[in-house]
DNA sequence: AACCGCATCAACCGCGATATC
DNA sequence: AGATATCGCGGTTGATGCGGT
């Protein structure tokens, strides 16, 4: 009854991995596309256990990922839809081609919070703090769901143009009734469909559909034209270069 | 130069949802 | 139908780097 299990544990590797580590789930993901995590360490020849070889790729291998911080225009929109959508990480990610749901919280952990708590506004309501906030910070956003576009003037990412920018991505999202329907149902994901069509997928449906597996390999396999297969570390920031080309 | 505290982020852990037997 | 495995998500931890003293 049931499956066999995920990993035996024993044996199972853990902590950072090593550039031959990732070399090799490269090397295997693009040879062989994303096919059930589980597989993946044994046919890899890696003793990790498939979720830690699912959460490497995902978060730091995969060639669309964009490295370095949030832009402006990123953060607030995190801001925004974080006012909407709560903790629900990999739905904000979602949203952010070439950002992953960790890294999206670690950054709202260690950068925005601290910018909005220092703005006066409550990470966790985008409700003014009504003890600390200074009286004109209270003035313009509060129960709604668009009320996070925080415009005060006491930090960095509140200057007169991020306001706009502000506004601009609130109107985005507040005018925009398809996304702010996806947004609250679990739709599959703007940007990273394809990606999500092959990871979220076991094997065994992937199998059954074809053209979507052939697409990701073809895929994946563009990315070895740009030379992933010489893979070191500098050569991410090559496939960055390389992703939106090869993505569009 | 050495120490300390803080910030950052990759990776792990545990849980719920879903799939499979 | 129930038991169990797998997947994906969100919370948390720990190693590392950096700046200040």
Redesign the pocket.
């Known amino acids: 009854?049931?499956?066999?299990?995920?990993c035996d544990k024993l044996g199972v590797k853990?902590?950072?991995?090593t550039a031959e580590e990732d070399r090799k789930l490269i090397n295997f993901i693009l040879t062989n596309g994303q096919c059930?995590?589980?597989a993946v360490p044994k046919l890899a020849g890696l003793r990790r256990c498939?979720?830690?070889c699912?959460?490497?790729w995902t978060?730091?291998l995969r060639p669309d990922l964009k490295r370095g911080?949030l832009s402006q225009d990123e953060e607030q929109l995190v801001i925004d839809l974080h006012a909407r959508l709560g903790?629900?990480?990999?739905?904000i990610a979602a949203r952010l081609p070439g950002r992953t749901?960790?890294?999206i919280?670690?950054?709202w952990?260690?950068?925005i919070k601290k910018k909005l708590l220092k703005m006066g506004i409550d990470p966790v309501t985008h409700q003014p703090l009504n003890k600390e906030s200074k009286p004109e910070e209270s003035s313009s956003h509060a129960e709604t769901s668009g009320d996070n576009n925080n415009t005060t003037e006491n930090d960095g990412i509140t200057n007169s143009s991020s306001e706009e920018n502000c506004s601009t991505l609130l109107d985005i999202i507040s005018n925009d009734e398809s996304l702010l329907t996806s947004l609250w149902l679990d739709e599959p994901p703007l940007v990273d469909a394809s990606w999500n069509g092959a990871?979220?997928t076991?094997a065994?449906?992937t199998c059954n559909n074809e053209t979507c597996w052939e697409d990701n390999i073809a895929w994946l396999l563009d990315c070895q034209d740009f030379g992933i297969q010489d893979f070191g570390f500098d050569c991410l920031n090559d496939n960055e270069l390389n992703t939106s080309k090869t993505v569009a």
């Open positions: 009854m049931g499956r066999q299990p995920c853990k902590g950072p991995w059930c995590w589980r498939g979720k830690s699912r959460l490497r978060n730091y911080l903790n629900r990480w990999s739905k749901d960790n890294e919280k670690n950054h952990n260690t950068h990871g979220a076991p065994t449906e």
